[in-house]
């Protein structure tokens, strides 16, 4: 088993946000350290460019996700934008299986904020959890940004099958640790 983990952006409206948080740095190393040394599995973090809302360029991210290490014994996780990516990512990559999915707080651009169509109309349907192993699932809190919650709710709408978690007073997840994703991932060999 493997991970691969998909970082986000920053929005460019939230001045705050670019002081305190740094997507090449969060929850995900907490994680990284967390599944090597517990779990023995490898987790690669690709740095994607352009690590702001109003200069990514799917193709970009798609040549580098391309060289990742991606099987049917790999988890994709995704934070924010880095879950819109791997949705789009597996729409346009029809061949390929996973072991799981797990979205956090991830963003699709709904509202159409992105000038660069990032994500374009991204066909969501429930049929891309049959190319898992154990399925999609979506780590969301109440209190997120509304174009966030707007993204968890196409997800919920089009793809019912999606395990949903839902948290209170988490905001966008940007905190040192995520110890509750530790339960959401399936390690378990036999399943």
Not at 13 to 31: A, M, V
Not at 42 to 59: G, L, R
Request: glycine fraction near 6%; aromatic fraction near 12%.
């Amino acid at each position: 088993m493997n991970i691969v983990f998909c970082h986000g952006v920053m929005p460019p409206e939230l001045d705050w946000y670019n002081k305190i948080y740094n997507p090449i740095k969060s929850w995900k190393d907490w994680l990284q350290f967390t599944v090597e040394a517990d779990h023995d599995v490898v987790m690669q973090i690709p740095k994607f460019p352009h690590a702001h809302v109003m200069f990514m360029q799917y193709n970009e991210w798609e040549n580098i996700m391309n060289r990742q290490d991606i099987n049917e014994d790999t988890v994709l996780v995704g934070h924010s934008a880095g879950g819109g990516f791997i949705m789009k990512y597996m729409v346009l990559h029809p061949e390929l299986r996973v072991r799981q999915i797990v979205l956090v707080a991830p963003w699709l651009d709904v509202e159409g904020f992105q000038p660069f169509n990032f994500y374009g109309d991204t066909d969501l349907r429930d049929g891309m959890v049959r190319r898992t192993k154990n399925g999609i699932d979506l780590v969301i809190s109440n209190d997120d940004m509304p174009y966030i919650l707007s993204s968890a709710d196409k997800i919920i709408k089009n793809m019912p099958s999606v395990r949903v978690h839902w948290f209170s007073g988490r905001g966008h997840f940007i905190s040192n640790e995520l110890p509750e994703i530790m339960s959401i991932i399936k390690f378990d060999k036999g399943v």
